[in-house]
């Protein structure tokens, strides 16, 4: 029997990555559409970024707050507090 480990992508803490990055993008008055275009990429890549079906790198990250107005460690601090939230939350409901 081969053991597979759960995709992280669909892990709470990336839940919590793709609500805090479609709040900025929201904020920054920006569409899905607007934000592929500055980052040269397609509308259908972010909608698969927000759904979750996609990982962001590191730089793509970066490349993101960049697009929507926020300095990278702002967001990071943003994307950082909310899986602190989450896990507290977590551990309240156990």
Do not use: W
Request: aromatic share 6%; with cysteine; net charge positive.
């Amino acid at each position: 029997m081969t053991f597979r480990r759960p995709n992280p992508v669909f892990s709470d803490e990336y839940r919590a990555i793709r609500e805090v990055v479609v709040e900025a993008r929201r904020k920054a008055g920006l569409t899905q559409r607007d934000l592929a275009r500055t980052l040269g990429r397609t509308a259908s890549h972010i909608g698969r970024i927000e759904a979750g079906q996609r990982r962001i790198d590191t730089l793509e990250l970066y490349r993101i707050a960049m697009s929507v107005g926020l300095d990278p460690s702002d967001l990071f601090g943003r994307i950082c507090q909310r899986i602190e939230t989450s896990i507290a939350e977590s551990d309240r409901e156990r």
